[in-house]
C-alpha cells in the first residue's frame, strides 16, 4: 500500500501535488471557479455578515490561511476558532453567520459537536472534508470535498493543503456571488492555484535531500522554533505541531512580529529557528520586516533556517541555511512555504528512528471529546 515509499507519510507528502490538482479538478472552467456541490445555494452566501471557521489541530491552522483570502477575495470578516473552545462559550452567531467547518476525517467529535451547536444556534454551515459521506458533511448543509485521497499516517500533510486549496475555491466562489471580485481578478488567482502542483512538485525534487541532511545533522535538537507572518503565521504554528507530533520534539511558532513581545527571551546561542520569509515582490516592508528579524534572532546566536523564495538574496548573509521556494503570488506561499516544514518533521522522526505514521498517545481520528 505504501507502494515503494518507507512510511505513509513520505507517500502521502509526496502526493501533496496530486492532492491540490484532484481537489481543483472540475471546479475551475475557463479561470472561473464553478464548485458542483455548490450549485443552485447561492443563498448559502446571500446575507452573511460573519465566517467562523471551526476546526481541530492542522485543519484549524488551515482555517487560519483561509481568512487571509476570505478576507480579501470575498471581503467577510472572518473567525478562526478551535471547536472545543468555540462550542463551550456563547459565541454571538445567528442566521447570518456562515459557519465552516473543516476536517480531514470528517468524523472529529469537537468539530462534529459544534458543528451541530452552530446549526442549533440558526447558523448555515458548510463542511470542508477528506471522506466522502462522513458525519460532519452529513451534518452540514452544504460540503466541499478535498480530494486528497486516504491519508493513512497521523500527521496530516497531503490533507492540509487540499484544505488551502479548497477554501480558496469557496473564497473565490464566494467572492463571484457577492461581486467583490472582476472575473478578471478571479481568473489571475485561478491561474496561480492550477501552477501550485508544479511548483511543490519542484520543491520536493530539488529541497528533499538537503532537508533529510538537515534533519539528521539535528536529531539530537532539544527544541525547535517557527516564525512567520501574514499568511507565514499560521505555517509556522503547522510546522512547529508536525515536528511535535512525530519528533517529540519541543517546537513553537510564533508569529514573528511577537517576537519583542516575550518570545525573543528563548534565543540563545544555537537555538534553531525556521523562519518562513514572505516574498519582497509582494510588499517590500513585510518581507524587510521578517529579515531584521532573522538579523536580531541572529545577533543573539540563533541559527536560522530560512524559507525563501528562489532570487530572494537578502536572506543569503543573514541566514545560516536558505531553503528555496518557487515565486508565487501572496497568498499561494503558504502552499509551497509548508512543504519543506512536512519534509523536515519527516526527516528529523525518521533520524531518531522513530514510528513516523504511528507517533505515541496519538490516534488518526479523534472520535471522543
Ligand atoms: O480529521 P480532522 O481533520 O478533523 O483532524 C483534526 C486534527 O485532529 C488533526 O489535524 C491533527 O491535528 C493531525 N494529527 C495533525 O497532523
Redesign the pocket.
Known amino acids: 500500500e505504501k507502494g515503494g515509499w518507507p512510511s505513509f507519510m513520505s507517500k502521502e507528502v509526496s502526493e501533496e501535488p496530486e492532492a491540490i490538482a484532484n481537489t481543483l479538478r472540475g471546479r475551475i472552467n475557463n479561470g472561473a471557479v464553478e464548485i458542483p456541490e455548490l450549485d443552485g445555494l447561492d443563498e448559502l452566501f446571500e446575507g452573511i455578515s460573519r465566517v467562523v471557521v471551526i476546526?481541530?489541530?492542522?485543519?484549524?491552522y488551515a482555517g487560519q490561511v483561509g481568512k487571509y483570502a476570505i478576507e480579501q477575495w470575498a471581503r467577510i470578516p472572518v473567525d478562526v476558532e478551535l471547536a472545543h473552545e468555540f462550542r463551550y462559550r456563547d459565541p454571538v452567531i445567528g442566521p447570518d453567520t456562515l459557519v465552516v467547518s473543516?476536517?480531514?476525517?470528517?468524523?472529529?467529535m469537537d468539530?462534529l459537536m459544534a458543528v451541530k451547536f452552530a446549526r442549533e444556534r440558526g447558523a448555515r454551515t458548510l463542511s470542508i472534508c477528506?471522506t466522502q459521506g462522513a458525519t460532519?458533511p452529513r451534518e452540514s448543509d452544504a460540503v466541499v470535498y478535498t480530494h486528497a485521497g486516504p491519508e493513512v499516517a497521523?500527521?496530516?500533510?497531503k490533507?492540509?493543503v487540499a484544505?488551502i486549496a479548497a477554501l480558496y475555491l469557496l473564497a473565490l466562489h464566494v467572492a463571484r456571488v457577492r461581486g467583490t471580485m472582476s472575473a478578471q481578478a478571479i481568473a489571475e488567482q485561478v491561474g496561480e492555484l492550477e501552477e501550485v502542483p508544479a511548483k511543490i512538485q519542484r520543491i520536493l525534487d530539488t529541497e528533499s535531500p538537503r532537508i533529510a541532511e538537515l534533519a539528521h545533522w539535528m536529531a539530537d535538537t532539544r527544541s525547535v522554533l517557527f516564525l512567520g507572518r501574514h499568511v507565514g503565521f499560521p505555517i509556522a504554528l503547522e510546522g512547529a505541531?508536525?515536528l511535535k507530533?512525530i519528533s517529540y520534539i519541543h517546537a513553537e511558532g510564533f508569529a514573528a512580529g511577537e517576537l519583542k513581545h516575550g518570545p525573543i527571551a528563548l534565543i540563545e546561542p544555537g537555538q534553531p529557528v525556521f523562519v518562513i520569509v514572505p516574498s519582497p515582490r509582494a510588499s517590500a516592508l513585510l518581507h524587510s520586516k521578517v529579515v531584521s528579524t532573522i538579523e536580531e534572532i541572529r545577533a543573539r546566536g540563533a541559527r536560522v533556517i530560512a524559507i525563501a523564495e528562489e532570487g530572494d538574496a537578502a536572506v543569503l548573509p543573514t541566514a545560516d541555511e536558505v531553503l528555496r521556494i518557487p515565486l508565487a503570488a501572496p497568498l499561494i506561499e503558504p502552499l509551497l512555504a509548508v512543504v519543506p516544514l512536512h519534509l523536515f518533521a519527516m526527516g528529523l522522526s525518521t533520524a531518531k528512528g522513530l514510528d513516523v505514521d504511528q507517533p505515541r498517545n496519538?490516534a488518526?481520528?479523534?472520535t471522543v471529546e
Open positions: 476546526a481541530c489541530g492542522t485543519a484549524a473543516i476536517s480531514q476525517s470528517g468524523e472529529t468539530t477528506n460532519i497521523v500527521a496530516s500533510t490533507a492540509f484544505q505541531l508536525k507530533e496519538l488518526k481520528s479523534v
